[in-house]
């Protein structure tokens, strides 16, 4: 059985369109967790009347604790051998808990992720059929690292993946605004093998004051946790000097770009950190593991973003800053 895990707080414009879309799942093995985290609209009547009709949905109330919370209070009432999480206010196509399922037990895989289709709250999308799931390519415990390393979105997310609820045990969703890519992050010492499937499943609804579009102190808070994660594990992981060398690579993009926009945006603070971590890191792993053109980047970092700065395109998180 899979176990849809749904936090909830004050949805009630998009619920009745999820769980449409959940109802019309073609796998119908399922049972669907609903966490309220202390809505104050008409969630509870709406969740209500879905666990009235339909006993494969269960509904809980609890005090408002936050995202993080609620992601770890439905892990808690899971009772499926395999775990889906999904945002209240996307939906998802009939077959997606089917294509991941069949994927996942047919290749005896840890997960499986897929893509999504973005779109505008207030706004359409174009809904798209598939016949089969057509696998992308398959990873192992290294690769998802590096494909997390190289901001490849589809596994930073949670909202997009099947889990094995057994590989799952005793990770928790940190209180943070990256706590999607810690999770994964966290998640990738555990995964033996993997894969990514190259069909957009799920509908996802980008909001124009979401948490993630809104620039902020705490994402680079966040960035450099995240950032300080990676590390540990990427040293863990990873023992071949070219493969090391990707991840350097890819870490110094990552940190000297959110570097940058802490600095475009005045929080210097989050940006002396990151620029700190970043330093010590390669101070550990020694020169002999840089290409000089990586020892430049880190040492010429400070006119790179001066130059950087004035032609105002700063890029935060995969996202345009353009300043005017």
Request: with cysteine.
């Amino acid at each position: 059985m899979i176990s849809i895990l749904i936090p909830i707080y004050n949805s009630e414009k998009y619920l009745e369109e999820l769980f449409e879309s959940i109802k019309a799942q073609t796998f119908t093995d399922f049972e669907v967790i609903m966490i309220d985290d202390g809505s104050i609209d008409s969630t509870a009547n709406i969740c209500k009347k879905w666990t009235s009709t339909d006993s494969r949905f269960k509904y809980f109330y609890k005090e408002n604790s936050g995202y993080s919370k609620t992601r770890n209070y439905a892990l808690d009432k899971a009772t499926g051998d395999y775990v889906f999480f999904i945002d209240s206010d996307d939906f998802m196509s009939p077959q997606t808990l089917e294509f991941l399922y069949e994927t996942l037990t047919k290749n005896n895989l840890d997960l499986v992720a897929c893509y999504e289709n973005d779109f505008k709250d207030g706004s359409k999308p174009e809904i798209i059929s598939y016949d089969a799931p057509t696998i992308k390519h398959f990873l192992n415990n290294k690769d998802y690292l590096t494909t997390l390393t190289y901001e490849d979105l589809v596994i930073a997310r949670i909202w997009n993946k099947l889990y094995k609820r057994s590989i799952l045990k005793d990770i928790v969703f940190r209180e943070c605004v990256m706590e999607d890519r810690i999770f994964n992050i966290e998640l990738s010492k555990r995964i033996t093998k993997g894969a990514i499937l190259d069909n957009k499943l799920i509908y996802h609804r980008f909001h124009e004051n979401s948490v993630m579009t809104t620039v902020s102190k705490d994402i680079y808070e966040g960035m450099y946790l995240a950032c300080k994660e990676h590390i540990v594990y990427a040293k863990r992981l990873i023992s071949d000097e070219r493969e090391f060398k990707g991840i350097n690579e890819a870490l110094i993009s990552l940190l000297n770009r959110f570097a940058a926009g802490a600095h475009a945006e005045g929080f210097l603070e989050e940006e002396r950190k990151l620029r700190s971590l970043l330093m010590s890191f390669y101070k550990e792993n020694g020169l002999n593991k840089l290409t000089l053109k990586l020892f430049l980047q880190i040492y010429l970092y400070p006119i790179w973003r001066d130059r950087s700065l004035r032609k105002n395109h700063i890029w935060i998180g995969g996202r345009n800053m353009n300043k005017h």
